[in-house]
C-alpha cells in the first residue's frame, strides 16, 4: 500500500507539475497543412537552440507562486505563497526562498535554505549527469514521442503584446496512445490552443485542458477529472523569453481523497547579471 500510495501521490504532484512542465516545453505535431508543418519544425529548432545555449542563465529573477486548496464546493481551505529568487548554478536554475505568505523567513527557515542551496552546489555533477540521460519518469520533454502525440489545426494569427502570432489548436492524434510513463496517462489526454511568436518562433501562449478523465489503475489509485491551465511568455529586449505567468486548476482523486487546487506563478524583474559560464549566484 506504501508503494500504490506514493505511485498515486505522484500522479497528484505531475497534475501539478504539468502546468509547468506543458509551458516550458510542449510542442504539437503538425500533420495536416504544409504551413502548420513549416512553423513546428521552426519551434522544435528553437527549442533545442534554448538548450543548448540557455540564454536564461544569464539573468536573474523573482518568482511568485501561490497555491490554494478548495473544498468540494470550491471554497478556500488553505493557501500559501511563496517568493523565490531565481538564479543559474553552472547553467542550472536554482529557486532561493525569500518569503513565504509574504513574510520574511525565520531564523531557521535561512538556515535551511542555506543548506539546501550548499547540498545543490555539491549535486550539480550528478544533476547534470542525470539531466544528459533524458526524461526521468515524469518529465516532459521536447522530444519525438511528446510531438508524436497530437494533431493541430493553424487557425490564424492574432498580435500579443504588439508581436504577431500564429494561433493553433491541439488534439490528442487518438483515443488509444502507448502509455510508456507514467506522465503518459494525463499527457494523451491534453488539448487546447497555442501561440506562436511568427519571429522568433517561441510558444507566446498555451492554454490546456483534459479532453477526458486520466486514471492510474483504471481509477482505483488515482483520477485527475480537470485539469485547466494558461500559460504565458514575454521577451526581453535583448531578445530572451522568458516565462510571464502559469495559473491551473486541478480537480483529483487520490486513493479515497479528493483534492481541488489552484496554481498561480509569477515572473518578474528580469535583470542581466552576467555570463552564465562564470558561476552565477544570484549577483550575491
Not at 34 to 60: C, F
Not at 228 to 236: A, I, K, L, P
Amino acid at each position: 500500500m506504501i508503494d500504490e500510495r506514493a505511485r498515486a501521490w505522484g500522479s497528484l504532484r505531475v497534475g501539478v507539475g504539468l502546468f509547468l512542465t506543458l509551458g516550458f516545453s510542449l510542442v504539437l505535431h503538425a500533420e495536416t497543412t504544409g504551413s502548420g508543418l513549416e512553423i513546428m519544425q521552426k519551434v522544435v529548432q528553437r527549442a533545442k537552440w534554448a538548450e543548448e545555449h540557455n540564454p536564461q542563465a544569464d539573468y536573474t529573477y523573482n518568482q511568485l507562486s501561490r497555491r490554494e486548496k478548495l473544498d468540494g464546493n470550491g471554497a478556500l481551505k488553505e493557501k500559501e505563497e511563496k517568493l523565490y529568487e531565481v538564479f543559474y548554478i553552472e547553467g542550472l536554475m536554482y529557486r532561493r526562498l525569500v518569503k513565504r505568505n509574504g513574510q520574511p523567513l525565520s531564523t531557521e527557515e535561512v538556515k535551511r535554505e542555506q543548506q539546501r542551496e550548499r547540498d545543490f552546489h555539491q549535486q550539480v555533477p550528478e544533476r547534470k549527469r542525470r539531466k544528459a540521460q533524458g526524461p526521468q519518469q515524469d518529465d516532459v520533454a521536447l522530444n519525438e514521442e511528446l510531438i508524436g502525440k497530437y494533431s493541430y489545426d493553424l487557425v490564424g494569427q492574432e498580435t500579443i503584446n504588439g508581436r504577431s502570432s500564429y494561433v493553433m489548436t491541439y488534439q490528442p492524434r487518438s483515443d488509444d496512445l502507448p502509455i510508456r510513463r507514467r506522465i503518459d496517462r494525463l499527457l494523451n489526454k491534453v488539448a487546447g490552443k497555442v501561440w506562436v511568436d511568427t519571429e522568433d518562433y517561441e510558444i507566446v501562449r498555451l492554454q490546456i485542458h483534459l479532453a477526458g478523465k486520466a486514471t492510474m489503475w483504471g481509477g482505483l489509485l488515482a483520477t485527475v477529472r480537470k485539469l485547466e491551465g494558461e500559460f504565458e511568455q514575454m521577451r526581453t529586449d535583448e531578445g530572451v523569453w522568458f516565462p510571464l505567468r502559469i495559473q491551473g486548476y486541478l480537480d483529483a482523486r487520490v486513493l479515497f481523497t479528493n483534492y481541488r487546487l489552484t496554481q498561480n506563478e509569477r515572473w518578474s524583474d528580469f535583470k542581466k547579471v552576467g555570463n552564465k559560464n562564470s558561476g552565477n549566484k544570484g549577483g550575491r
